[in-house]
């Protein structure tokens, strides 16, 4: 996968900071995206490139059950949420709609913004200012998931 | 080898005898699905190919963020609902008589042993009644409607006995808070909280609703509490012997077992603004207050607020407080009007609101503003929660919070 940008946030960020309310009636997740982490960083809609990467701390994700929160960063190209831990209903929802959410307990702490890095799924390893850090592989399950691009297609493959 | 509670409900649910990290199919009892995701849901639902749902009598839609509207979009998302049932068959459907969790568990769409998903992270909640219930996006939801099952990893269980008398002016908010306080944000992420001990089952269901409610502020999938005579009643159903079998085994396996002893709580309040930054409220005395609200899906129930009318009974709200109460149902409503708590409050100068999410959810109905403070008995402290980021939110029980509003600042009951 190719190099990409990091963003960084802190422990226990909740889908609120990601997405705050207001703006979950708004037609779209297209229209909603440019509200993404207002609270914290309200340029960062217009920072993010396609194939940066969110780093998270602890339990990132937590709080209300809004898929909306994934949502916005996949449709703003986020390449994958790298973080120490997740929360479950964010990394649930996260697979369904196909952006890989990466567990990675030490690479978080030895990066800042505007750092670079790649990721290897495949490999479950991460890149950063030249060292590689182990991440934790999916459940075959929830591999196949995100393989496929999410549930929808998931779910057409078995129909079919 | 012993089960734990949700070890068994998930076992008897899939006909096969689970253990914690297995992935297992579930075939869902019961689904609720609220106003603000409804779109989202019939969009992807219609995405998947599905054109009718698996089980009408197992759909639950209840309009309550958005009632009555605010915004132009809210009335969007009512007709979207109102169409999505009538192509459906859908009659199961709450357009303005409460909160979701409050009116799953108090229109019996809940029973002991069900295993029940809903578009809410707080649809934890019905683990009151000894359900197995989480909260799940709505793709996942829109999954569900067209297949009636879902795979979920099958959890590691925490159990957490609680024993002996609390002490005055102690409700079970305070032990929640205090629990998610020793957990942290993130202590019981993927995992199941099983309560027990002499002090939960003292409780009516709604306190132990409160606690369920608030599962998900440590990042627990769910929460549960062992069925017995109380939940028979409020459920309007008889415990058989399976539903009476529904507690952790002796020799069940535990991720850990936490005790605490009822007479070391004490009021506490989750401080700005993270759900896990507890204090007790002796330490936070003499802060000024702007607002205080009373209500939600985890403190808006009759004892809570008749819990607050005792304390105001006779008083009034400080000059220059708002006092915001939302009873959580209709019924809630018509029974806190029944008894006098509402008149009792009305007279303390407080602005009874209809019943619905409300200010909880920051849409409407006494959003803050920057420095302001409010003191809250809702389960969220976050950012921008009610109002804007700058707004500093206290989480406290209805007891505490009533006391905070004729005092003007925050002081003990």
């Known amino acids: ?160 | 080898m012993g089960q734990t509670v949700i070890e068994k409900i998930l076992s008897r649910n899939t006909g096969s005898l689970v253990k914690p990290g297995d992935i297992v199919t579930v075939s869902v009892d019961r689904v609720m699905i609220d106003d603000i995701m409804m779109p989202f849901i019939v969009d992807k639902f219609h995405e998947m190919g599905f054109e009718k749902v698996w089980d009408p009598d197992k759909v639950v839609m209840i309009y309550d963020h958005l009632v009555p509207s605010s915004q132009q979009d809210d009335v969007r998302h009512y007709k979207v609902g109102d169409r999505f049932a009538k192509e459906n068959g859908l009659e199961h459907v709450y357009r303005s008589d409460g909160i979701c969790h409050q009116l799953m568990t108090e229109e019996g769409y809940v029973k002991p042993g069900d295993v029940v998903f809903g578009t809410d992270s707080h649809t934890t909640t019905y683990g009151c009644v000894g359900a197995f219930s989480t909260g799940i996006g709505y793709t996942e939801m829109a999954a569900i409607l067209g297949t009636g099952t879902v795979w979920i990893k099958v959890p590691e269980t925490i159990k957490i006995a609680i024993d002996g008398r609390l002490p005055d002016h102690v409700m079970s908010k305070d032990v929640i808070l205090r629990i998610i306080g020793d957990l942290g944000a993130d202590g019981a992420t993927y995992k199941a909280l099983e309560f027990c001990g002499t002090t939960v089952e003292q409780m009516s269901i709604s306190s132990r609703m409160t606690m369920a409610n608030m599962a998900i502020e440590a990042g627990a999938k769910c929460a549960v509490f062992t069925p017995d005579e109380k939940t028979a009643e409020y459920c309007g159903t008889v415990l058989g012997e399976w539903e009476r079998s529904l507690s952790g085994d002796g020799d069940a396996v535990y991720d850990k077992v936490i005790t605490y002893d009822a007479r070391g709580f004490e009021p506490v309040m989750a401080c700005p603004s993270q759900v896990d930054k507890i204090q007790p409220v002796r330490l936070l005395e003499g802060t000024a207050i702007d607002q205080v609200f009373i209500g939600s899906c985890t403190n808006g129930r009759l004892e809570d607020l008749q819990a607050a009318a005792r304390v105001l009974k006779g008083k009034k709200v400080a000059p220059f407080v708002k006092l915001i109460v939302t009873p959580a149902s209709r019924k809630v409503y018509e029974e806190a009007c029944a008894c006098g708590a509402v008149k009792t409050l009305v007279e303390a100068g407080a602005i009874l609101t209809h019943p619905g999410c409300g200010l909880c959810c920051g849409r409407a109905g006494g959003i803050l503003w920057d420095n302001e403070k409010v003191v809250a008995t809702n389960n969220r402290n976050f950012l921008g929660r009610m109002g804007t980021s700058k707004v500093e939110i206290y989480l406290a029980s209805p007891e505490v919070a009533a006391a905070c509003a004729v005092a003007g600042k925050i002081v003990l009951p």
């Open chain 1, 1 to 160: 996968m190719s190099v990409g940008k990091i963003f960084k946030f802190h422990n226990d960020l909740d889908t609120d900071q990601i997405i705050p309310s207001q703006y979950l009636l708004l037609p779209s997740i297209e229209e909603m995206k440019a509200h993404a982490f207002e609270s914290l960083d309200p340029e960062f809609p217009q920072k993010v490139k396609p194939g940066d990467f969110v780093v998270g701390g602890e339990n990132f994700g937590c709080g209300s059950s809004r898929e909306q929160a994934p949502g916005v960063l996949k449709a703003l190209g986020v390449q994958a949420v790298v973080a120490k831990s997740f929360a479950r209903i964010f990394y649930r929802n996260a697979i369904n709609i196909g952006l890989p959410v990466i567990v990675c307990k030490e690479l978080p702490d030895q990066v800042e913004t505007g750092d670079e890095m790649e990721l290897s799924m495949a490999d479950g390893t991460a890149k950063a200012k030249g060292n590689t850090y182990p991440c934790t592989k999916l459940p075959p399950y929830m591999q196949q998931i995100l393989n496929q691009g999410g549930l929808i297609p998931s779910l057409n493959e078995e129909v079919i």
